[in-house]
């Protein structure tokens, strides 16, 4: 039976003539295909049923082509894990991972900022200058006894990374030698384990791979060099780290370490990973159960990544997210948030410190320690004492941003106490009320109180008398003039300032918006890295805080500092620490910059 031309399923041969000619292969181009340009138009054709069992067949094809670029894609845009990690035990307690290749972007971004100080201006003799700078700190450090060109150098050439598993942790407590430190570093091709450690002792196969023992490191040392890395610790934890390598069981696969891991954004000069379960636990076995007050939850972890931008040193720490344990009725944390304290500080404050969400991080402490039952008691005879100043929540539960700042004042320095509270109103009535019971508390003694205008304003100044009684009964005697101590306090709207030195009070009172510690160029680059919503931040103008301290140098330091730290001090510009709790964990982020 000849077939019929509209059945589906009838196979037509193929007209070389009529049929166009196949196209060009799609060309991958920084990981994007782009199609090919047409050739020719195609009319369309009216859609049979063989026609649509043709599009049907083809979209699944093109669909199954799109999902598999995208899965690729996603691999390559990942970043992958180091060669090194596949020697480290799965079981690894600490991880701790260098980059001396400078990977990815970080090689230009080291060189950018190298380039803020003297000699490493020329950024096509980077390379030269990290090996004259690595050269001087091995022979420094070796007393000129290791050559850094033969016995480093070769071992730089790509990631590197040291493990110390729960075992070893308890051996070195217990004062024995640690059985499971192992260091895998990536060679350049020429390193073996007599180029590095010299004259090596017996040699045993093991898995086909030579392991030589160092004696010159002491009883146990051994060496192998498999493929181009060179493995390095005892002859167990050697053994220990082919075995994870060949068997494919090394902490690369651990699921804990890669949810770690992944926590770290970009290409990181280094990281260190903590796993909290069995270090706790070596603690508990060889402490007397020091790991159980350290109250880490179970499947606690820490990671820390250290990475580099144009101007700045970043440095990351991530925790695993923690259940809470806060009773029911607790008050929830306040969210991450800018600071107010920023606008309210003058631009040539040295440092300060702000937490936000005082009030309900103290409500919250209370109420776990009086879920408690070995400190409910003692929490209750806490607040039966406060309740003659009307109780915790007349303390602190008013309070909403709570900081500490350093500025200058006059030729010295001065602090202040800045608090914000919930309201005016609040501030205000809190404000009178400390005043009036420092007056009560005065009376007959040397304590004055007395109060002063200022821009409308009203401040408190407490003159606390002669102190130099209480140093000398804290063993630390006074000589020369009185010791006295001053401090005054003033309300501004919500803001509650308390100042120690020359015209500190009076001096953030005067701040307006645009001289501000928020308009500082400084503080603006540091928070912006850091992150300017947080729970807690912490600030220190370098540049301004390194300019005051010189003036109190005496002239043979002055000396010193001026010809050999000054050139390179006087490029750093701020450093801040920021941290930020969350479901997922805790983020702690620190950075330095440069100017």
């Excluded at 280094?270 to 076995?285: N, R, T």
């Excluded at 499947?299 to 990475?307: D, H, M, P, S, V």
């Excluded at 003036?551 to 920021?578: C, K, Q």
């Amino acid at each position: 039976m000849d077939p019929r031309p509209d059945d589906p399923t009838t196979i037509h041969p193929v007209d070389p003539v009529s049929e166009p000619a196949t196209a060009p292969a799609p060309e991958v181009t920084n990981g994007a295909v782009a199609e090919p340009a047409a050739t020719h138009a195609v009319e369309a054709a009216p859609m049979t049923g063989g026609s649509r069992t043709r599009w049907l067949v083809g979209g699944g094809v093109a669909v199954a082509a799109l999902a598999a670029i995208a899965l690729a894609a996603s691999f390559l845009a990942a970043s992958p894990m180091p060669d090194v990690l596949k020697y480290l035990p799965a079981d690894s307690a600490i991880v701790v991972e260098l980059r001396p290749e400078l990977p990815g972007d970080q090689h230009q971004h080291v060189g950018n900022l190298l380039a803020h100080f003297p000699g490493f201006e020329d950024q096509s003799t980077l390379d030269a200058k990290l090996d004259e700078v690595l050269e001087r700190v091995t022979r420094e450090a070796s007393a000129g006894q290791v050559d850094y060109a033969t016995r480093v150098k070769p071992l730089l050439a790509g990631p590197m990374a040291v493990s110390v598993t729960a075992d070893a942790l308890g051996d070195s407590m217990a004062g024995g030698t640690p059985d499971g430190v192992l260091l895998v570093a990536t060679t350049d091709g020429s390193a073996t384990c007599a180029s590095i450690f010299g004259p090596i002792g017996e040699t045993t196969t093991y898995r086909s791979v030579d392991v030589e023992t160092l004696g010159s490191f002491g009883p146990g040392a051994a060496c192998a060099l498999h493929e181009r890395y060179l493995l390095v610790g005892t002859e167990a934890s050697v053994q220990g780290g082919l075995d994870a390598r060949l068997d494919g069981t090394g902490v690369d696969r651990s699921s804990t370490y890669r949810a770690a891991r992944s926590k770290l954004e970009g290409d990181q000069l280094g990281s260190m990973y903590l796993d909290g379960d069995p270090i706790i636990a070596v603690i508990e076995e060889t402490a007397d159960g020091l790991g159980s007050a350290a109250q880490l939850p179970e499947g606690f972890w820490l990671i820390q990544g250290f990475r580099v931008t144009d101007d700045a040193l970043v440095l990351d720490a991530y925790t695993a997210a923690v259940a809470s344990t806060l009773p029911s009725g607790a008050p929830t944390s306040a969210p991450a948030s800018e600071s107010r304290f920023a606008a309210a500080l003058p631009d040539d404050t040295l440092a300060f410190v702000e937490y936000h969400g005082v009030g309900a991080t103290v409500e919250q402490a209370f109420a776990a320690l009086g879920a408690q039952p070995g400190t409910a008691e003692i929490l209750q005879g806490l607040e039966d004492a406060l309740l003659t100043l009307g109780g915790t929540d007349n303390l602190t539960g008013w309070i909403e941003d709570a900081g500490i700042a350093v500025l200058p004042a006059g030729d010295a320095f001065g602090g202040a106490v800045l608090v914000r509270g919930t309201d005016a109103e609040t501030a205000t009535a809190r404000v009178t009320q400390i005043r009036n019971l420092l007056v009560l508390a005065s009376t007959g003694t040397d304590i004055t109180v007395t109060d002063s205008e200022h821009d409308g304003v009203t401040i408190t100044t407490v003159d606390l008398g002669d102190l130099s009684s209480l140093f000398d009964d804290a063993g630390f005697p006074v000589a020369g003039e009185r010791s006295r101590l001053e401090l005054a306090f003033a309300a501004r709207d919500d803001l509650v300032v308390i100042g120690v030195g020359d015209g500190v009070v009076e001096r953030i009172l005067d701040v307006e918006a645009g001289s501000s510690l928020a308009t500082s160029a400084t503080y603006g680059r540091v928070i912006e890295i850091a992150g300017a919503k947080n729970d807690l931040q912490v600030f220190i103008a370098l540049d301004a805080t390194l300019s005051l301290v010189e003036g109190f140098l005496p002239p043979d330091e002055l000396a010193m500092w001026s010809t050999e730290l000054r050139p390179y001090l006087d490029h750093l510009a701020g450093v801040a620490m920021t941290s930020v709790n969350s479901s997922s964990g805790a983020h702690i982020r620190g950075v330095l910059t440069v100017k």
